[in-house]
């Protein structure tokens, strides 16, 4: 996938200028697919000079003047024509998990603590998506909401998104009860240990 087809699906949601569509990436589409501001302006650019989306200029008195986007006809098309092209695998990579995976070689404290963290920012995101799923139901049921939406596609991205985040909470517990449970058992080995020295040190004195 190309930011080009993220920037033309989230364009679906009608017109929008870059600083819209900055806000639509970083609350809709950011648990599927991520991009600066700079680069969703470069995008922008792109698309235009392909046709695939228009721009006009929207005169502002007090602010700088803005650009409003929205979908061509040939840009409809084009996003039409790519949601029946084979997705390529996703690929994982994952900067804590290689820090976990190296664990036990190294700062098993630090690594509880950076999981910790995710964990919270899981929770974070988590309520984020709750108040866009609220929003979006609007006082519906789900199943109501399903069945009237004009769209269904941002509700189900966003739901994935929601069990993605659940899933690093409960894999995050997991972790930690873990670690937890080893750090206790290496603590009353050191104790163990260090008492049979002292043990050894007092009959040698004696």
């Known amino acids: 996938m190309s930011l080009k087809h993220a920037v033309l699906a989230a364009l679906l949601e009608g017109e929008a200028s870059g600083y819209d569509l900055a806000k639509i ?10 991009a600066t501001p700079q680069q969703l302006y470069r995008e922008l650019d792109r698309l235009a000079v392909a046709g695939l989306i228009t721009a006009r ?9 803005k650009r409003m986007f929205s979908l ?3 840009g409809r098309r084009d ?11 996703s690929a994982v990579r994952d900067e804590l ?8 070689e190294g700062d098993t404290k630090a690594v509880r603590e950076f999981v910790a963290q995710r964990m919270e920012t899981a929770r974070a995101k988590l309520a984020r998506y709750d108040r866009l799923r609220e929003w979006m139901l609007n006082g ?3 199943d109501t909401y ?9 509700y189900l991205t966003l739901m994935r998104g929601r069990y993605f985040e659940e899933e ?3 894999w995050g517990e997991r972790a930690l009860a873990v670690l937890d449970r080893r750090a206790e058992a290496r603590g009353r080995a050191a104790a163990q240990d260090g008492a049979a020295t002292r043990g050894g040190v007092a009959a040698r004195q004696a």
């Open 97 to 104: 998990m290689v820090q976990v995976q190296a664990c036990d």
């Open 72 to 74: 061509t006809e040939p």
């Open 25 to 34: 990436f970083d609350v809709s589409v950011a648990n599927f697919w991520a």
């Open 57 to 65: 200029v929207v005169e502002q008195e007090r602010r700088p003047n």
């Open 140 to 142: 519906r049921d789900e």
């Open 168 to 170: 690093n909470l409960r």
């Open 146 to 154: 399903l069945d009237e939406a004009e769209r269904v596609g941002p």
């Open 79 to 89: 996003l039409a024509a790519y949601t029946s092209t084979p997705p390529r695998p």
